[in-house]
């Protein structure tokens, strides 16, 4: 038997942590007390109200699939990946790149991603304050394999792409951490892999989020999101730790 367990810890209603498990009853006990060490103890501030919610998963609804491959990109500054991530949007034909960037650099403290409409230029999250949050997935754990406590940022945003790539009506992702001292990010699709920028932001910086950019008609958003929020899906193959750079 599986279950999905969901962390997400706040200040003052401000989003601080969070993260997504698919483990088997027995592991239940452990990874829900991981889970609330890491919303207790988080570089972003100390939380004042931490969710843990666990439910069962339907097994029949689980989709499996391969981790994307990764390949990497190493910068001397963060203005420099920043531009780096404009080229690999060029590249892919997304409209207007800078923009994109843009925007991204701007975030910050949001549970979820913005749902950005690159055709319509427009956002799809019913709140924009919360965003789109990916949930209800997690890496295959290979026979033996303990979950290890504490958070493996590449490894947790391999099978957070992996997901996200997959969902329908997903062209790209991008994404900076918003850990303030946690300067790697990515861009990822279906199409790229998961393609690492060494630097994207200073050291320091709380600010960081992501953009899901989607391609489709108005009447398909909601099923990207139903995708993205309720689809159990587990990525099989995902390394733990990147290549060197
Ligand atoms: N679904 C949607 N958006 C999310 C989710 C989620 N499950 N989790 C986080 N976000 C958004 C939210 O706005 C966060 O503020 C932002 O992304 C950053 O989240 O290869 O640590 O968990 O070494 O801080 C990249 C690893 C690490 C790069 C990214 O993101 C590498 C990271 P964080
Ligand atoms: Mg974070």
Redesign the pocket.
């Known amino acids: 038997m599986l279950y999905s367990v969901k962390m997400r810890s706040s200040q003052s209603g401000r ?1 601080v942590s ?1 993260a ?1 498990r698919i483990v088997p009853q027995g592991e239940l006990e452990i990874v829900a007390g991981q889970l609330l060490r890491r919303a207790l103890h988080h570089a972003s501030g100390e939380a004042d109200l931490i969710n843990i919610k666990i439910s069962r998963l339907d097994t029949a609804q689980i989709r499996r699939f391969p981790a994307l491959p990764v390949s990497s990109i190493e910068v001397d500054n963060p203005a420099a990946g920043l531009r780096e991530l404009a080229k690999l949007l060029a590249a892919e034909n997304i409209p207007d790149p800078a923009g994109l960037v843009a925007k991204l650099a701007d ?1 910050r ?5 913005v749902l950005y409409d690159v055709d319509r230029q427009c956002r799809w999250e019913s709140d924009p304050e919360r ?5 209800v997935m997690d890496r295959e754990y290979l026979s033996g394999e303990k979950s290890t406590p504490g958070k493996n ?2 490894a ?3 099978v ?1 792409a992996t997901k996200v790539a997959n969902a329908p009506g997903i062209i790209g992702e991008l ?5 303030p001292d ?1 300067v ?3 861009f990822a699709s279906l199409r790229a892999g998961y393609i ?1 920028i060494s630097q994207l932001k200073a050291p320091g910086v709380p600010a ?3 953009i899901f950019l989607y391609r489709g008609t108005a009447e398909k958003v909601a099923e990207t999101i139903e995708f993205l929020e309720n689809t159990p899906v587990i990525v099989t193959g995902a390394a733990l730790t ?1 290549p060197a750079w």
């Open positions: 989003h969070g997504e975030l403290a949001m549970r979820g991603a965003g789109v949050r990916a949930s940022h590449f947790e945003a391999l957070l994404c900076i951490s918003d850990d946690y790697t990010g990515y690492r960081g989020g992501r990147p």
